[in-house]
């Protein structure tokens, strides 16, 4: 049956299959998605213009290869695309992934909403099966939501930005609005990352950081680690460096999945590459 998802504030529907296939293409070490089309899709908003896209990942992605998106399609819950997603990538890698492929509303003014997604776990994958796959919608898991809500006793704010570490890529950055002429800016902004798993938790930080920007310069005001260790995927590296108040916060998120968890933090400075960007 259909099952009810809550994503950034819309209460949605999940419903519907989507059809594709894969395919290794092994002359130019790619691995292809065929996405055909989507059928059933719930409706956000019967309203307003219907505006869908497929979006693909893998999982854990230690690579950072990033996300594949389709092209938007308008006025219809029953979305046809014929889009081909490639990414670049050795079989032995591939083979330690999982492929998430999900259905998302694009709305132009306001915020995406989730529609249902599918996975593929490729370790099992028989690859020369290359025949359509059609498979029903399903609500989501694995996702961290930061719920910004304002700062303290700063000089004047003109913005926060967030990470989730180790992706250092510009499409895992988020903004808040910019706040001009406080300080004691109220943001009231929620942060959405999605595909990460239970285990990716323990080997990824949440990098908060709060910026004083004009139009000449940006300067850092302070910021804060969200984390368990200090390792990432076997890695020791400088930015797992939280603080007792940090982790306790980070424990207290994974202890209690589905529940929002709040803490007031004190800014710290950062030492580090990411705050360079």
Known sequence: GSVMTMYSGDLVEVQGTIQFSINYVQR???????????RDLAAVDPKRNRSDYVKSYLVPD???????KTSVKKKTLNPTFNEILRYRVRMEYLRTQTLILSVWHHDTFGKNSFLGEVDVELSKWDFDHTQMNYLALKARVGEIHIWVKECKNLPLIRATIDFVLPDTSRKSRQKTRVLRRTAEPVFNHTMVYDGISEADLTEACVELTVWDRDRLASNLLGGLR????????????????????????????MASPSEWVEDVLPLRMLSSARTAL
Request: charged letters at 25%.
């Open 62 to 68: 230690k690579a950072n290869l990033g996300k594949r």
């Open 226 to 253: 969200l984390g368990a260790g200090t390792r990432s995927y076997g890695a020791l590296v400088d930015w797992m460096d939280s603080g007792p108040y940090e982790v306790s916060l980070w424990d207290r998120m």
């Open 28 to 38: 130019l070490r790619e691995f292809h998605i065929f996405v055909a089309e989507c």
